[in-house]
């Protein structure tokens, strides 16, 4: 039970009691109460200094979010891995009793102006990702073929399909060459959403930011570690992508025709 230091902190405490009428209310109390005193120890051991210089609420007056569980929950995606913004406001009207996972990946089916509003470095690399090819010959229709050549001067035809590709062979390949072109694989992993990274591999095509059906995970200290630990990673894979689209986007036909070469390289030696 929480310490009577004074008669605020009774008040407080006295805010926290509900009448509990039926089963269901039963539940619903405890677990918010769970939820409440889990984020409140999470703070303390994520962030004592910044707990013990805090001035905010304890405890909410109602079943929302107190002012310092709302300030635990920006900590963390300021300082251990991202919440979305409209997640962390949300959080003052409904309780974030998970950890929302929203994807940060090149989640590129999911823009509804289509491919064209991706970048161009990602636009020529889909006819080397699985899931780019597909969408290229099933979704765009016959029209993309030109689209592709005049856009960026290859053929269709002359780019092996990635299903008749070793992957595993590109990978030894592209080890072996200098960057970017070395993160070519890591590039077509982010395409067809296959890095193995939670925060990457989220695929997510909706038609509104709340229809989303987000990953979630407990707030527990095991699951906070194992997210900041694989954000960090997935940090570092799109630091390595980006370096490898940046530098196709400097000269695309030129630079292309190396990935390309890298690429139909490993259909002739399977």
């Excluded at 997210?227 to 997935?234: F, I, Q």
Aim: overall charge negative.
């Amino acid at each position: 039970m929480s310490t009577i230091w004074n008669a605020k902190s009774a008040l407080q405490i006295l805010q926290q009691c509900q009448p509990i009428i039926d089963l269901e209310s039963a539940i619903d109390y405890l677990w918010t109460k769970l939820n409440t005193y889990q984020l409140l120890s999470l703070y303390q051991e994520l962030f004592p200094l910044e707990w013990q210089k805090s001035q905010s609420e304890l405890y909410s007056k109602d079943r929302n979010h107190s002012p310092r569980e709302i300030e635990f929950i920006s900590l963390v995606s300021e300082h251990l891995f991202p919440i979305d913004d409209l997640i962390v406001e949300s959080a003052y009207e409904e309780r974030l009793y998970q950890i929302p996972v929203s994807p940060k990946g090149v989640n590129w089916q999911d823009h509804e102006e289509g491919i064209e509003a991706l970048r161009i470095g990602w636009q020529i690399l889909l006819p080397l990702s699985q899931s780019g090819r597909w969408w290229l010959d099933f979704v765009e229709g016959d029209a993309v073929e030109s689209w592709y050549e005049c856009t960026f001067g290859y053929s269709l035809k002359d780019i092996a399909h990635p299903q008749e590709t070793d992957l595993k062979l590109l990978k030894k390949l592209a080890r072996r060459a200098a960057p970017p072109i070395s993160d070519l694989p890591i590039a077509l992993a982010l395409l067809d959403l296959e890095t193995g990274n939670i925060w990457l591999d989220q695929s997510v095509c909706c038609e509104s930011y709340w229809s989303r059906n987000f990953e979630l995970r407990a707030w527990k200290i095991n699951e906070i570690n194992w997210l900041t630990h694989e954000w960090n990673k997935a940090i570092q894979l799109l630091d390595k992508a980006y370096e490898l689209i940046d530098w196709l986007e400097s000269k695309p036909n030129t630079n292309f025709s190396h990935l390309l070469a890298l690429w139909n390289l490993t259909f002739q030696l399977k």
